[in-house]
């Protein structure tokens, strides 16, 4: 079964919005891996627009031996202020999975992958990789639909990569996803012939995650936040999380 990661940001704007810590991103953790998520995600910034270093920090005590624990981010972007950079926080809590995105803070949120194709890209990776194998990370890159040479990521010891997904959502919600399902197909199997897991996220919700789903043989995890907690605003947070799971079985 593809695993489900809960991604908990959206719980920590909300929080952020009044200060405090209402909502408890920790109960929502709890929540959901109580209803069977097999993961947490988080994607901390350096300007802690949402997550901060110290929900990090909480989610890994919590988490630890429990479910898998995914941390997203920009590996390139230095410390500032109480934030210590991704590479720094992942030494600190030791994550299951490191998932390596190259977003900036103009970007209001992810919107595309490296490029395996441009060796530039590759050479700085690689160290990063490298440092974090070493503290027994699995390392994930997020990658564009239609992206190749793959077996570039594989030779630094990359593991898996992530499918940025939305596109596809974009394409399902205008009526019309065959193409950009189809692109999606193509883009695992390329990863998969050269070594690599497949994972996805982005926009993945309740309406277009079977045709998903079902049009990537061997998914391996999606991580889902947006539209996971935007739902359970009507659902609540437990049904959503099965739902989820039942559309993954």
């Given at each position: 079964?593809?695993?489900?990661?809960?991604?908990?940001?959206?719980?920590?704007?909300?929080?952020?919005?009044?200060?405090?810590?209402?909502?408890?991103?920790?109960?929502?953790?709890?929540?959901?891996?109580?209803?069977?998520?097999?993961?947490?995600?988080?994607?901390?910034?350096?300007?802690?627009?949402?997550?901060?270093?110290?929900?990090?920090?909480?989610?890994?005590?919590?988490?630890?031996?429990?479910?898998?624990?995914?941390?997203?981010?920009?590996?390139?972007?230095?410390?500032?202020?109480?934030?210590?950079?991704?590479?720094?926080?992942?030494?600190?809590?030791?994550?299951?999975?490191?998932?390596?995105?190259?977003?900036?803070?103009?970007?209001?949120?992810?919107?595309?992958?490296?490029?395996?194709?441009?060796?530039?890209d590759v050479d700085k990776l690689q160290?990063?990789?490298?440092?974090?194998?070493?503290?027994?990370?699995?390392?994930?890159?997020?990658?564009?639909?239609?992206?190749?040479?793959?077996?570039?990521?594989?030779?630094?010891?990359?593991?898996?990569?992530?499918?940025?997904?939305?596109?596809?959502?974009?394409?399902?919600?205008?009526g019309d996803a065959r193409e950009s399902?189809?692109?999606?197909?193509?883009?695992?199997?390329?990863?998969?012939?050269?070594?690599l897991a497949v994972n996805a996220g982005?926009?993945?919700?309740?309406?277009?995650?079977?045709?998903?789903?079902?049009?990537?043989?061997?998914?391996?995890?999606?991580?889902?936040?947006?539209?996971?907690?935007?739902?359970?605003?009507?659902?609540?947070?437990?049904?959503?999380?099965?739902?989820?799971?039942?559309?993954?079985?």
């Amino acid at each position: 079964m593809t695993l489900l990661s809960v991604n908990l940001n959206k719980i920590a704007v909300l929080r952020n919005s009044r200060g405090g810590d209402e909502p408890d991103i920790l109960r929502a953790a709890q929540t959901c891996i109580e209803a069977g998520c097999g993961g947490i995600t988080v994607h901390p910034r350096p300007d802690q627009r949402h997550v901060k270093p110290q929900d990090v920090r909480a989610l890994a005590a919590m988490l630890r031996g429990r479910v898998e624990y995914n941390i997203e981010g920009n590996p390139f972007a230095p410390a500032r202020g109480t934030y210590p950079g991704l590479i720094e926080l992942a030494r600190e809590v030791r994550p299951t999975q490191v998932t390596l995105v190259p977003d900036s803070d103009s970007q209001i949120t992810s919107d595309h992958g490296f490029d395996p194709l441009q060796q530039a890209d590759v050479d700085k990776l690689q160290p990063l990789v490298k440092a974090l194998r070493e503290i027994s990370c699995r390392v994930s890159v997020f990658v564009d639909a239609g992206a190749s040479g793959f077996e570039r990521f594989a030779a630094i010891g990359v593991q898996r990569v992530e499918i940025y997904t939305g596109p596809y959502a974009h394409a399902f919600a205008e009526g019309d996803a065959r193409e950009s399902l189809a692109l999606c197909a193509e883009t695992a199997r390329r990863a998969q012939q050269s070594g690599l897991a497949v994972n996805a996220g982005h926009d993945l919700s309740q309406a277009n995650l079977g045709a998903f789903h079902a049009a990537i043989p061997g998914l391996a995890e999606v991580s889902i936040g947006h539209a996971l907690i935007g739902e359970a605003l009507y659902e609540g947070l437990s049904t959503t999380v099965r739902n989820y799971l039942q559309i993954l079985r």
